[in-house]
Protein backbone atom coordinates (compact mmCIF):
# COMPACT_ATOMS: atom_id res chain seq x y z
CA UNK A 1 0.00 0.00 0.00
CA UNK A 2 1.42 3.65 -1.30
CA UNK A 3 1.87 6.15 1.38
CA UNK A 4 3.30 9.77 1.55
CA UNK A 5 3.63 11.38 4.68
CA UNK A 6 5.01 14.71 4.28
CA UNK A 7 6.24 16.95 7.63
CA UNK A 8 8.21 20.01 8.55
CA UNK A 9 5.98 22.84 8.07
CA UNK A 10 5.37 25.84 10.00
CA UNK A 11 5.20 29.13 10.83
CA UNK A 12 7.96 31.35 9.66
CA UNK A 13 8.51 34.99 8.78
CA UNK A 14 9.15 36.26 5.72
CA UNK A 15 12.80 36.25 4.32
CA UNK A 16 13.33 32.63 6.47
CA UNK A 17 13.64 29.11 5.21
CA UNK A 18 11.78 25.86 6.04
CA UNK A 19 12.69 22.21 4.54
CA UNK A 20 10.18 19.62 4.32
CA UNK A 21 10.12 16.21 3.78
CA UNK A 22 7.97 13.43 2.35
CA UNK A 23 8.57 9.91 3.43
CA UNK A 24 7.45 7.92 0.69
CA UNK A 25 6.57 3.43 1.47
CA UNK A 26 4.77 1.13 -0.75
CA UNK A 27 6.66 2.03 -3.95
CA UNK A 28 10.42 2.19 -4.89
CA UNK A 29 10.82 6.16 -5.29
CA UNK A 30 13.84 5.73 -7.23
CA UNK A 31 12.41 4.43 -10.18
CA UNK A 32 10.25 7.77 -10.14
CA UNK A 33 9.60 11.46 -11.05
CA UNK A 34 8.67 12.91 -7.80
CA UNK A 35 7.18 16.29 -7.54
CA UNK A 36 5.94 18.67 -4.61
CA UNK A 37 2.75 20.72 -4.85
CA UNK A 38 1.39 23.55 -3.19
CA UNK A 39 -2.42 24.29 -1.99
CA UNK A 40 -2.79 27.95 -1.07
CA UNK A 41 -5.73 29.12 0.43
CA UNK A 42 -9.12 29.07 -1.59
CA UNK A 43 -6.87 27.76 -4.68
CA UNK A 44 -6.22 24.44 -6.76
CA UNK A 45 -2.93 22.67 -6.09
CA UNK A 46 -0.38 23.50 -8.12
CA UNK A 47 2.98 22.30 -9.01
CA UNK A 48 5.88 23.30 -7.42
CA UNK A 49 8.89 21.10 -8.37
CA UNK A 50 9.78 18.04 -9.43
CA UNK A 51 13.12 16.11 -9.67
CA UNK A 52 13.40 13.17 -12.33
CA UNK A 53 14.50 10.03 -11.42
CA UNK A 54 17.90 11.01 -13.24
CA UNK A 55 18.01 13.69 -10.53
CA UNK A 56 16.88 16.81 -13.31
CA UNK A 57 14.98 19.32 -11.56
CA UNK A 58 12.44 21.72 -12.69
CA UNK A 59 11.02 24.43 -10.94
CA UNK A 60 7.38 26.71 -11.67
CA UNK A 61 8.70 30.53 -11.90
CA UNK A 62 7.43 31.59 -8.63
CA UNK A 63 9.97 29.58 -6.82
CA UNK A 64 13.18 29.19 -9.28
CA UNK A 65 16.31 30.23 -7.38
CA UNK A 66 14.67 30.15 -3.93
CA UNK A 67 13.61 26.45 -3.53
CA UNK A 68 15.74 23.24 -4.00
CA UNK A 69 14.37 19.70 -4.67
CA UNK A 70 16.22 16.92 -3.55
CA UNK A 71 16.04 13.43 -3.08
CA UNK A 72 17.26 10.39 -0.82
CA UNK A 73 16.53 7.22 -2.50
CA UNK A 74 18.20 5.05 0.57
CA UNK A 75 15.46 6.69 2.60
CA UNK A 76 12.73 6.92 0.31
CA UNK A 77 12.31 10.30 1.08
CA UNK A 78 12.02 13.62 -1.26
CA UNK A 79 12.67 17.12 0.15
CA UNK A 80 11.65 20.50 -0.12
CA UNK A 81 14.29 23.47 1.17
CA UNK A 82 12.73 26.75 0.78
CA UNK A 83 14.34 29.94 1.21
CA UNK A 84 13.37 33.73 1.13
CA UNK A 85 10.28 32.15 1.99
CA UNK A 86 7.52 35.00 0.63
CA UNK A 87 3.54 35.66 1.73
CA UNK A 88 2.30 34.03 -1.48
CA UNK A 89 4.51 30.72 -0.44
CA UNK A 90 1.91 29.72 2.17
CA UNK A 91 -0.37 27.27 1.58
CA UNK A 92 -0.36 22.98 1.87
CA UNK A 93 2.70 21.23 0.91
CA UNK A 94 2.06 17.59 -0.69
CA UNK A 95 4.63 15.29 -2.80
CA UNK A 96 3.34 12.55 -5.18
CA UNK A 97 5.21 10.53 -7.44
CA UNK A 98 4.45 12.66 -11.00
CA UNK A 99 3.91 10.29 -14.60
CA UNK A 100 2.34 11.94 -17.26
CA UNK A 101 2.50 15.71 -16.17
CA UNK A 102 -0.23 13.52 -13.35
CA UNK A 103 0.39 13.00 -9.86
CA UNK A 104 0.42 9.19 -9.75
CA UNK A 105 -0.96 8.27 -6.06
CA UNK A 106 -3.36 8.85 -3.20
CA UNK A 107 -2.28 11.87 -1.38
CA UNK A 108 -1.07 12.58 2.07
CA UNK A 109 -2.25 14.86 4.26
CA UNK A 110 0.35 17.26 3.78
CA UNK A 111 2.36 19.68 5.39
CA UNK A 112 1.28 23.24 6.55
CA UNK A 113 3.94 26.23 5.37
CA UNK A 114 2.65 29.33 7.03
CA UNK A 115 4.57 33.04 6.03
CA UNK A 116 3.77 35.57 8.18
CA UNK A 117 5.54 38.43 10.16
Known amino acids: QVQLVESGGGLVQPGGSLKVSCVAS????????MSWYRQSPGQERTLVAT???????SYDDSVKGRFTISRDNAQNTVYLQMNSLKFDDTGMYFC???????????WGQGTQVTVSS
Open 96 to 106: NARMASSALFS
Open 51 to 57: ISAFDTT
Open 26 to 33: GFALRNYA
